[in-house]
T-cell receptor, first 111, second 113 residues
Framework: SQTIHQWPATLVQPVGSPLSLECTVEGTSNPNLYWYRQAAGRGLQLLFYSVGIGQISSEVPQNLSASRPQDRQFILSSKKLLLSDSGFYLC??????????FGSGTRLTVV | AQSVTQPDIHITVSEGASLELRCNYSYGATPYLFWYVQSPGQGLQLLLKYFSGDTLVQGIKGFEAEFKRSQSSFNLRKPSVHWSDAAEYFCAVVNTGGFKTIFGAGTRLFVKA
């Protein structure tokens, strides 16, 4: 069966520090991969998606970047975190037009 | 542009009562529609989906949803709510091309004893 792993579960980082969140999928190949951010009490904001290795589409210009170095690995990064980067980050995968399977999320607090 | 509206920010129902969460979408063609549930501090879980065919779809945990094209709605229902159903519920539609899902703002469900 397909599973998705996302880590770490929680992270507290100082302003100006770098960030790396990792997401991996097992049990499938060539998935569509996504990073969402959910601010407190708000809906989901699509940050990046990828339909293949090295193919990244950015939805919102910001302080973050994404990479897909392997078929089932999706990484969210930042060189210098801002306070406004705090939030709940969710990775998800899907086949086109099917429902998402989400990871368990990373709670990022920038202090 | 496609959009999803969940008119109710939060709803409170008594345990054992019936539930209906509203969802309206804006989409030019036949939409692919979804409902997800999110418990606090967790990722989202797919409850059910509609692609075509029977307009009443069954999902996990006793939920169902009905697609009504004339009303551009995809409301989620459950005949008897359990305390464990307290969570946030998101309606979603897949955009043209199928690469991106557009989510509603969510409805927070509170269940009272």
């Amino acid at each position: 069966s397909q599973t998705i792993h996302q880590w770490p579960a929680t992270l507290v980082q100082p302003v100006g520090s770098p960030l790396s969140l990792e997401c991996t999928v097992e049990g499938t190949s060539n998935p569509n991969l996504y990073w969402y951010r959910q601010a407190a009490g708000r809906g989901l904001q699509l940050l990046f998606y990828s339909v293949g290795i090295g193919q990244i589409s950015s939805e919102v210009p910001q302080n973050l970047s994404a990479s897909r170095p392997q078929d089932r690995q999706f990484i969210l990064s930042s060189k210098k975190l801002l306070l406004s980067d705090s939030g709940f980050y969710l990775c998800a995968w899907t086949r086109t037009n099917y429902g998402y399977t989400f990871g368990s999320g990373t709670r990022l607090t920038v202090v | 542009a496609q959009s999803v509206t969940q008119p109710d920010i939060h709803i409170t129902v008594s345990e054992g009562a019936s539930l209906e969460l509203r969802c309206n979408y804006s989409y030019g063609a036949t939409p692919y529609l979804f409902w997800y549930v999110q418990s606090p501090g967790q990722g989202l879980q797919l409850l059910l989906k509609y692609f075509s065919g029977d307009t009443l779809v069954q999902g996990i945990k006793g939920f169902e949803a009905e697609f009504k094209r004339s009303q551009s709605s995809f409301n989620l229902r459950k005949p008897s709510v359990h305390w464990s159903d307290a969570a946030e519920y998101f309606c979603a539609v897949v955009n043209t091309g199928g690469f991106k899902t557009i989510f509603g703002a969510g409805t927070r469900l509170f269940v009272k004893a």
